[in-house]
């Protein structure tokens, strides 16, 4: 274990941080929910100054024990909400921005990746907290985009930087996510609209099923510190990442092309298994994880660090907030974004 004492960027805090883990600060003790809360509110330039070094960093010893106070802590961090758009995973919504970090199995491992990394703004901070900590597995894991792009075969990184990624959404109600769900609209023509205007080319395959296309850049450059990330949901939506009997039973349920979720370069070209493979293998090369305790809040700056879940056993409640929202043209995007023409 290593700890840092505070430097003139981040006075006020201590830092630990050990092999494998996120950095962690352990707060001092407080007697009730508003200590805390000013707390943080004076401690916020040190902490951000820290998530942008890092990447994510959780605070241990809060008295975080509900929404209630989830929604305290974030307001005293967090200057501005984001909105979760393009919807791709069930979430309770437990009121004030507040969601649960997924509703997904707790059989199902979620692998690495950015928060809406496939829309014109998107939170720049996400906020994770810890209600009720699973008797086993379940860490939301993060990892460090900056550290994978510089671990990627140079000569892909090259033709992502020029071509960027291609997405390819099927939206139905036997698979993945109904488009009404994801646009928020029970008219077709509200989704039609949202997707005109966030260059999303779209089809109807009949009234119930909406399939999208959109490209967009797989490499960014953060806003404030100037360094150039891996941003992209290419490799977690692709088919290759699927389980081999999933991919299996998608493909003949649903045929090659109406797989909810698939990705290619974004000049239409599919990757072979071992470019695929060679993206999958940066991230669990930066993975890192810590245990949930409850109470526990952890801060993932959305461009710096990518996240995922793992599986878990017994009760699990982590919820999550999303803020200050970037808009992908602040962040010198390698490629336009895109309705792309390029079909699967």
């Known amino acids: ?34 200590e805390a809360t000013a707390w943080l509110t004076g401690q916020r330039s040190a902490i951000q100054a820290e998530l942008h070094r ?37 979430r309770t919504d437990f009121g004030e921005g507040v969601f649960s970090s997924t509703d997904l199995p707790a059989a199902q491992p979620i692998r690495l990746h950015n928060e809406n990394s496939y829309t014109l703004d998107f939170p720049g901070v996400l906020l994770f907290g810890c209600i009720t900590a699973p008797e086993t597995g379940g860490a939301t894991t993060v990892g460090d985009m900056r550290k994978a792009l510089a671990l990627l075969p140079p000569e892909l990184v090259a033709r ?7 997405l390819v959404r099927n939206y139905s109600d036997l698979a993945g996510m109904p488009w009404r769900k994801a646009f928020s609209s029970e008219d077709p023509a509200g989704a039609e609209e949202y997707c005109d205007e966030h260059a999303i080319g779209y089809e109807w395959l009949d009234e119930d099923t909406l399939r999208t296309r959109q490209l967009r850049s797989a490499i960014i450059t953060h806003p404030v510190t100037g360094e150039r990330a891996w941003f992209n949901h290419f490799a977690f939506w692709n088919a290759r990442s699927l389980d081999e009997d999933v991919r299996e039973v998608l493909t003949e349920t649903f ?18 298994d071992a470019e695929v493979d060679a993206v999958n ?56 974004p895109s309705a792309s023409p390029y079909g699967m």
């Open 54 to 90: 890092s990447g994510a960093l959780m605070l241990r010893g809060l008295p975080v024990t509900d929404a209630a106070t989830f929604a305290e802590a974030r307001d005293a961090l967090v200057s501005e909400r984001a909105g979760y758009k393009e919807k791709a995973t069930p």
């Open 160 to 166: 992502f930087e020029k071509a960027g990624w291609l």
């Open 1 to 34: 274990m290593t700890t840092f004492a505070p430097t003139p960027a981040a006075a006020g805090i201590t830092v630990v941080r050990e092999p494998g883990k996120p950095a962690l600060v352990q707060v001092p003790r407080f007697a009730g929910m508003a």
């Open 281 to 336: 293998e940066a991230y669990q090369a930066v993975t890192v994880r810590e245990t949930w305790q409850a109470g526990d809040l952890m801060l993932v700056d959305n461009i710096l660090c990518a996240h995922g879940r793992e599986a878990f056993g017994g009760a699990r409640k982590i919820l999550v907030a999303m803020g200050e929202p970037v808009p992908l043209s602040d962040c010198s995007p390698t490629t336009a």
């Open 255 to 272: 045929g090659p092309d109406g797989l909810p979720f698939d990705t290619r370069l974004g000049d239409g070209t599919a990757l072979t």
